[in-house]
Structure formats: structure tokens, C-alpha cells
């Protein structure tokens, strides 16, 4: 029996090669329980593979990987007993129905007969399923099928959720139910889910790991990654001021990085800066106004979106290590 303080997941030094091309180099990183982690990159960056070697559908071609404690080659066994991974196309046969297929399903995972009837019940009600349990599931929309693919993975009560792509090919409504979902299994499940729809990795999970060229760039909290990636604030200001004054005063400002300035109306012009320490400047440029005697009409700072520091930790023209 594993010890509950091992980490869910424990990777050192994982690799997998194609054909001699590396998929993922050299990845290590662990996920303790309870955690809802999202895997990010753009495709075939290697969030599809880790996937599924630590799922045990392939092979690594070195390191090692747990689950539980469990090595995913040696123990694969015991791996797939904790493990409920959800492939991005789910293979599900179209001639069976889906309380028989869900059945079938859960006897092929070890469970008992008993236990195969109270699990079933129990994933088609958690799913949504109670109006399509007897039908065939090639009739199926694509948004109930995700939803049996869900019901699939968690039927045997797994410790570790594997999601891959769970949304992909859903329309907006269908996004939502099934987002609704992956949080409510969240409560009692450790779940993985890799996404390159930034907004869905953004509500969802609780840290973040940034793939890119089958390397890991980063791994933290969204926060944390606005801190570390997102040095720079931006700052947009209002000012009914002249354009050359404004110019001349950003570029005598230390803190300014860059800046833009274009009219909007009513004499004001608008000054969008990348600056470090956002709140100190903003008080700095109050100051300024009043001294100067130029009306302020807006004066607001935001942070980098999740879209920004995803940009910049995967820009294909740059070596995203470097930045770190």
C-alpha cells in the first residue's frame, strides 16, 4: 500500500523519443494530492505524451514516473487501478449502449458485479446520462459522448484523473456543462488536464505547467507566473496634455520600458506604458498631473493575462529557457 504522503505523481528525468525525435526531454516534476493541475503548450509541444505514459498506454524511452508511488512500467498493474485518463478522441464502440458499455467497462477495471451496478448508477447520474443510458452510443452528440468518456475514467473511483483535451469539439454551452463537471470531480480526485484553450485551464486548475518543445518552461501558480514572466505592468493613462510633452516625460521616466501615445477626444491623449512597479508609478504620475496642471481622466494598471505569459514562455523565435 502506498504511503499517503507520496505525491500522486512523481516524474524524474522522463523522456520519450519517436524515431530518434524527442516528444519530451527530460521532464521532472510531482502533483500531490488533491492538486488540480493544467498542462499548457501549443500542439506537439509533449503534454499528450506525458499523458500517457504516466497513464500506461506508452512506453518511456528513459527515467522514471510513479503514480502513487507505483512505478507506471513496473507496476502497471496497480498504475491503472488509480489511474482514470480520458484520451482527446475517446474510443468508444458505437454499437453499444451506454449503461452496457459502462458496465462492461467497470468489470474490465476490476470491479465487482455488485460494485459494477453501483458504480454505474452512481456515474450516470453524476453525468447527466439518465437520458441516454439505453441508447445506442453511435447516436450520441459529441457533448453526451465526452460525457461517457468522463463517466468511463472515473468509474472505478480513481485516485488520479487524466483528462486530455476534455472540451475539444464542444460548442460553448457544451464547454460550460462539461467544465461544471471536471470541478466538481475535483473535490475528491487529483486531476490532470492539458488544454491549449487558455480560458479553460484558467478556471479550472490550481497550478499551471508550461510546455514547449517537449520541455517544461514553467510550473507554478497563475499568480506566481504573473510575478516571475510578467515583470513589466501595464499602465494606461488619460491626460489633457501636449503629445511632446507627454513624450519627452516617458522617455526621461526610468520605470518606462515602452510606451505609446495617441488622441482620443476632447483634447486628452492616451498613454499606454509598460513600466516596472505599476502602483509606484501610478502615484508617481498623479503627482505629475497635479504639477503640471494636466487634466486626469483615466489612470489604470493591469497585469498579463494567462494569454500574455503563455506568449511569451512559447514564442517560437526565442528560446523560452532563456527567460526564466
Known amino acids: 500500500m502506498a504511503d499517503p504522503k507520496t505525491p500522486i505523481i512523481e516524474v524524474i528525468g522522463l523522456s520519450k523519443e519517436y524515431g530518434g525525435r524527442p516528444a519530451i ?51 502497471s498493474y496497480e498504475v491503472r487501478r488509480r489511474v482514470g485518463y480520458m484520451p482527446e478522441t475517446v474510443p468508444l464502440p458505437d454499437e453499444m449502449r451506454v449503461r452496457e458499455y459502462l458496465k462492461f467497462r467497470a468489470r474490465l477495471k476490476g470491479l465487482s458485479r455488485t460494485a459494477t451496478r453501483e458504480r454505474t448508477d452512481t456515474v450516470i447520474t453524476r453525468f447527466g446520462l439518465q437520458e441516454v443510458h439505453g441508447k445506442m452510443i453511435g447516436h450520441l452528440s459529441k457533448g453526451f459522448r465526452q460525457r461517457v468518456g468522463l463517466a468511463d475514467a472515473l468509474v472505478h473511483e480513481p485516485a488520479l484523473l487524466i483528462l486530455d483535451e476534455p472540451t475539444i469539439g464542444l460548442d460553448p454551452h457544451q464547454i460550460v456543462a462539461v467544465r461544471e463537471i471536471i470541478k466538481t470531480l475535483a473535490r475528491d480526485h487529483t486531476v490532470v488536464i492539458s488544454s491549449h484553450i487558455l480560458p479553460e485551464i484558467e478556471v479550472t486548475c490550481s497550478r499551471l505547467m508550461i510546455f514547449h518543445r517537449g520541455r517544461i518552461v514553467a510550473a507554478d501558480t497563475r499568480d506566481n507566473l ?28 526610468a520605470e518606462v520600458q515602452h510606451f505609446h501615445v495617441s488622441p482620443v477626444q476632447q483634447g486628452y491623449r492616451r498613454s499606454v506604458l509598460a513600466v516596472r512597479d505599476g502602483q509606484r508609478f501610478r502615484e508617481q504620475v498623479a503627482t505629475l498631473a497635479r504639477n503640471r496642471g494636466w487634466a486626469l481622466r483615466e489612470l489604470a494598471e493591469s497585469r498579463p493575462t494567462l494569454e500574455d505569459i503563455f506568449v511569451q514562455l512559447t514564442n517560437p523565435d526565442e528560446d523560452a529557457e532563456d527567460r526564466l
Not at 30 to 47: C, D, F, H, R, S
Request: glycine residues 12%.
Open 25 to 75: 526531454r527530460d521532464l521532472s516534476f510531482t502533483v500531490e494530492a488533491g492538486e488540480i493541475v493544467g498542462l499548457l503548450g501549443p500542439n506537439g509541444a509533449g503534454k499528450s505524451t506525458t499523458m500517457r505514459i504516466l497513464a500506461g498506454y506508452l512506453a518511456a524511452t528513459d527515467g522514471i514516473a510513479r503514480v502513487a508511488g507505483f512505478d507506471v512500467l513496473d507496476d
Open 226 to 253: 504573473q510575478q516571475r514572466v510578467g515583470s513589466q505592468s501595464r499602465v494606461t493613462i488619460d491626460l489633457a496634455a501636449p503629445e511632446e510633452d507627454l513624450r519627452a516625460v516617458w522617455e526621461e521616466m
